[in-house]
T-cell receptor
Framework: KNQVEQSPQSLIILEGKNCTLQ??????????LRWYKQDTGRGPVSLTI?????NTKSNGRYTATLDADTKQSSLHITASQLSDSASYIC???????????FGAGTRLTVKP | IAGITQAPTSQILAAGRRMTLRCTQD?????MYWYRQDLGLGLRLIHY???????GKGEVPDGYSVSRANTDDFPLTLASAVPSQTSVYFC????????????FGEGSRLTVL
């Protein structure tokens, strides 16, 4: 069983709408949680990194939240754009970068 | 700034052949990683190197080997390719092994027939 579960598996929204992606994890101990954006055929690109003490972090129209007690994170995308179409990957690190666990990703499609 | 460069971009390989995927970074990062990405699964760590001259095994190391002769280069070798090694391979680097942000290459798509 993957230690990082993401939902939904895929999502289609209209341009300009908001959406929220979910990430639940069982990784322990916990060091940090990251969200990455991966365009089709490209490598993942970092959006946010949060440590245990951080509840929320924003990067432009992307806002990530973290509840370390319930081991849940969300990525909220505001006023979606066509360029937001991509896979969004949740990554949880236990001790260091050698212990990172990747979720399978949520495939987001933004339609005009 | 180039960041991380991977080569080849894609390759079709006969089973049993030897193959080396190349990875070069120009950010002087200490740590480097090789992942494979398969449909429906999260990226899985194959091998890593925390600093030049050292390497370690990740989650799925069998059938793969790496070397880290210098800071910039981190090649991944498949000694005798098998069809289950068909995947997209990503090289990544970070300034340090602890909380440094990971920077990924654009990937190498490998098909083993």
């Amino acid at each position: 069983k993957n230690q990082v579960e993401q939902s939904p598996q895929s999502l289609i929204i209209l341009e300009g709408k908001n959406c929220t992606l979910q990430c639940n994890y069982t990784v322990s101990p916990f060091s940090n949680l990251r969200w990455y954006k991966q365009d089709t055929g490209r490598g993942p690109v970092s959006l946010t990194i949060m440590t245990f003490s951080e509840n929320t972090k924003s990067n432009g129209r992307y806002t990530a939240t973290l509840d370390a007690d319930t081991k849940q994170s969300s990525l909220h995308i505001t006023a979606s754009q066509l360029s937001d179409s991509a896979s969004y990957i949740c990554v949880v690190s236990a001790n260091n970068n050698n212990d990172m666990r990747f979720g399978a990703g949520t495939r987001l499609t933004v339609k005009p | 700034i180039a960041g991380i460069t991977q080569a080849p971009t894609s390759q079709i390989l006969a089973a049993g052949r030897r193959m080396t995927l190349r990875c070069t970074q120009d950010m002087r990062h200490n740590a480097m990683y090789w992942y494979r990405q398969d449909l429906g699964l999260g990226l899985r760590l194959i091998h890593y190197s925390n600093t030049a001259g050292t390497t370690g095994k990740g989650e799925v190391p069998d059938g793969y080997s790496v070397s880290r002769a210098n800071t910039d280069d981190f090649p991944l070798t498949l000694a005798s390719a098998v069809p289950s090694q068909t995947s997209v391979y990503f090289c990544a680097s970070s300034a340090n092994r602890n909380t440094g942000e990971l920077f990924f290459g654009e990937g190498s798509r490998l098909t083993v027939l």
